[in-house]
Nanobody, 118 residues
């Protein structure tokens, strides 16, 4: 199983960014994908979840107005798009596979650094 994320991004405040997470080695539609971020010096922050099977999503309240999760089953790729970027969105962004039987993460992407700066 591998989750491979897209490369680092630098954006101006107010812009948008889209990060990808390409899954391999398992049936993409059989597991939820969560998105988690970690700002410098901070703990992990859960952003939300997508069910690749039907596209159902759940968003954390503090980002729900600016974030969109999608999943392309033809390429086994999940995406997170964050709009109206602020400096506080500067963080390492991770995708993680949720193991339903234990409700825990069993595989993680390598992380994508998103930096918001003018």
């Amino acid at each position: 199983v591998h989750l491979v994320q897209s490369g680092a991004e630098l954006r101006n405040p107010g812009a948008s960014v889209k990060v990808s997470c390409k899954a391999s080695g398992y049936t993409f539609t059989s597991y939820y994908i969560d998105w988690v971020r970690q700002a410098p010096g901070q703990g992990l922050e859960w952003m939300g979840r997508i069910d690749p099977e039907d596209g159902g999503t759940k968003y954390a309240q503090n980002v729900q107005d600016r974030v969109t999760f999608t999943a392309d089953t033809s390429t086994s790729t999940a995406y997170v798009e964050l709009s109206s970027l602020r400096s506080e969105d500067t963080a390492m962004y991770y995708c993680a596979r949720l193991r339903g039987s234990t409700w825990s993460y069993d595989y993680w992407g390598q992380g994508t650094q998103v930096t918001v700066s003018s």
